[in-house]
């Protein structure tokens, strides 16, 4: 029986489809992998997500012939020592026949015997930062955010899957608060149904903002364009009072869909630094 997927983890799932990362679970002896779940930007590689769900494409399959070797022997240490978390890096071979270097960062998981049942990856390009090593903290940590994700949506408690994403990015961008807002039936109005705030910030616990009264600006800016960006010194004028109230000085804010149908919005709230808002940040934000 097919359950509904609850409003928390379509988010997720939504989240990982539009990161530039592949989330996998593969099964089976190293190098013999099969693979039981793969997202759909596995696109971005020239694939199609049947094609592994399947078994006509492998993970085996497209690892670079020179790095699958090294690869397996590493992974056989790990199962052998009874790592279950680490990191690899390898390359992979788009299907135009494009090599492209990978960070895969694996999370195992084993029975009472101590057997692997299956192992979830985080797939991303490592291209970039092999030519360039001091973006490579920024990667790792970007790395880790979407790990949770992931770790999230395979356990029951559905909730703390979008818990965890939030905590985890307010902590990466080192932001004050990080509210998730949840639509009114109408959609005139949304209230605060989780909150992440940094140490040294106050909570705002519950409450209710009205789109027209409270931000006109960021309201019209969420239908048109679905994100709004408000750097310091930026706030518009119609939403002031609203941020006075919330001691908010820089916010990015983006809306959240499900199933195509408007559900509220995730506001990233600066309190402290007066921040602009960079490129970078922002890519890793909406995560497309």
Not at 103 to 109: G, L, T
Not at 116 to 126: E, F, L, M, P, S
Request: with cysteine; proline share 3%.
């Amino acid at each position: 029986m097919n359950l509904p997927k609850s409003p928390d983890r379509v988010i997720a799932e939504e989240i990982i489809e539009r990161s530039p990362s592949v989330a996998l679970r593969v099964t089976g002896e190293n190098g013999k992998w099969v693979t039981t779940f793969i997202t759909e930007n596995i696109a971005a590689y020239g694939y199609s997500k049947d094609d592994f769900l399947t078994g006509k494409i492998t993970w085996t399959g497209i690892v670079h012939p020179d790095d699958i070797d090294e690869l397996v022997t590493a992974l056989d240490t790990y199962e052998a020592n009874g790592v279950d978390e680490y990191t690899t890096v390898y390359r992979v071979i788009k299907a135009d026949g494009t090599p492209m270097w990978v960070m895969d960062n694996s999370n195992v998981v084993r029975n009472e015997n101590g057997e692997v049942i299956y192992a979830d990856c985080i797939i991303t390009d490592y291209t970039d930062t092999k030519n360039n090593l001091e973006k490579i903290g920024d990667n790792l940590r970007q790395h880790a955010v979407l790990n949770d994700i992931l770790q999230g949506l395979h356990k029951s408690d559905l909730d703390k899957s979008l818990q965890i994403l939030l905590d985890r990015t307010g902590v990466y961008l080192d932001i004050s608060r990080v509210i998730l807002f949840e639509d009114s039936p109408d959609h005139t109005q949304c209230k605060a149904s989780y909150e992440w705030c940094n140490e040294g910030i106050s909570s705002m616990g519950e409450f209710t903002i009205d789109y027209e009264k409270d931000l006109p600006e960021v309201a019209d800016d969420l239908k048109k364009y679905g994100r709004s960006i408000i750097n310091y010194g930026d706030i518009p004028e119609g939403s002031a009072d609203e941020f006075d109230h919330e001691g908010v000085i820089a916010a990015a804010i983006f809306a959240v869909y499900i199933q195509e149908e408007p559900f509220g919005f995730i506001c990233f709230d600066e309190c402290i630094k007066e921040r602009q808002w960079d490129k970078a940040t922002l890519v890793f934000l909406e995560m497309k």
